[in-house]
């Protein structure tokens, strides 16, 4: 629909912009989208996480940290939605396993 293309769209804008604070919003808002609409993230994972892995891998810890605490409690409410990103997951959370800031391995 209309509305579930201009949450996306907002969405990617959110997770891509230049601004850490902006991109912590996008993972808050990603983790809302999978409580009030797992199925629209559901249907379009592929295309939300190409946006999203990279925030698993950001330079700002701040953002790297929100975003590995976003990705714990998506896993829960996604599940077998994950199966095509599961190894990118994979191998972006085992990269963050050798932090050696405390909270991203942690998170």
Do not use: W
Request: a neutral charge; proline letters at 3%; hydrophobic letters at 45%.
């Amino acid at each position: 629909t209309v509305e579930e293309t201009e949450q996306l769209m907002e969405l990617d804008k959110l997770l891509t912009s230049k601004d850490f604070r902006t991109r912590m919003e996008g993972t808050v808002l990603l983790l809302d989208h999978c409580k009030s609409s797992p199925q629209l993230i559901s249907t379009n994972i592929v295309q939300i996480f190409d946006v999203f892995m990279p925030r698993l891998q950001d330079y700002n810890k701040k953002v790297r940290q929100k975003a590995l605490e976003v990705l714990a409690l998506m896993i829960s409410m996604l599940r077998g939605a994950l199966n095509p990103v599961l190894i990118s997951v994979v191998a972006a959370v085992t990269e963050n396993l050798n932090s050696k800031k405390l909270g991203i391995h942690a998170a």
